[in-house]
């Protein structure tokens, strides 16, 4: 069991949904014409609206053409996966149920329910929260940012652990970087059998990389004057991702 998570200043739900929708590559679709895969080929309107581009010969396109009122029902199922390996990668999953419609040569989804799930539980997203959000200004360049924090700075992040309770630390034998926003920097503490999530809150909000820098320094300073914890023991990292 992981340990209980505590967001602070966190993103809210239509907002967080909004960013997996952004940064997802690819997406499950189940429909009255069946299931598919599809990879790089989503794209997202304003109104939250999602339009598919798919092949001529794909089973959906088809149940669009030929369903009563040009309607069927379908579910959209996106998986926001951490870019940094770590056990328990799958941060947030997020299912989109409505209506497709063809729309300018795409296949375009009006949500009729939003269900975003994390680790701390599943929420239903209101729609017209949903369909004012924006995503995090931070969500496209999330996985570059994390990657470079844990492939080029690991001292730092071993250095904001300093910033993390003692007890939350106890037994950790490894802690990555899991997930930013504008809001704050989450870590993931991995123990032999177990692993738990740590937020470290900005002092203001991040609306740019230049604010993000400004907020990263701002947490390292603190760690600089705060006591060091227990350095998590080293251990092997063979089948984590």
Do not use: K
Not at 102 to 109: I, M
Not at 162 to 173: E, I, K, M, T, Y
Request: glycine share 8%; hydrophobic share 45%; with cysteine.
């Amino acid at each position: 069991m992981g340990d209980s998570h505590t967001w602070t200043a966190a993103p809210a739900a239509a907002e967080r949904a909004r960013s997996v929708l952004a940064a997802a590559w690819s997406c499950a679709v189940t429909a009255e014409g069946g299931r598919e895969e599809l990879v790089g080929a989503h794209g997202v309107a304003d109104d939250g609206r999602v339009l598919l581009h798919v092949p001529e010969g794909s089973a959906l396109l088809a149940a669009a053409i030929c369903a009563p009122r040009g309607e069927p029902s379908a579910v959209l199922e996106f998986a926001d996966v951490a870019p940094v390996p770590v056990r328990g990668r799958i941060r947030a999953r997020l299912w989109l149920a409505g209506w497709f419609a063809p729309e300018d040569g795409h296949l375009a989804l009006r949500p009729t329910r939003v269900v975003l799930r994390q680790p701390s539980g599943a929420v239903v997203v209101d729609l017209d929260e949903f369909a004012a959000a924006a995503p995090d200004p931070l969500a496209l360049a999330e996985a570059r940012l994390l990657t470079h924090l844990a492939d080029c700075h690991g001292d730092a992040v071993e250095r904001l652990t300093r910033l993390v309770d003692a007890d939350s630390l106890h037994g950790a034998v490894r802690v990555r970087p899991l997930a930013v926003d504008r809001h704050g920097l989450t870590l993931r503490i991995e123990r032999v059998r177990a692993h738990g999530d740590v937020r470290l809150p900005f002092h203001a909000p991040a609306d740019d990389i230049a604010q993000l820098t400004e907020r990263m320094h701002v947490l390292l300073a603190q760690a600089g004057t705060a006591s060091c914890p227990r350095t998590p023991q080293r251990q092997r990292t063979d089948g984590y991702g």
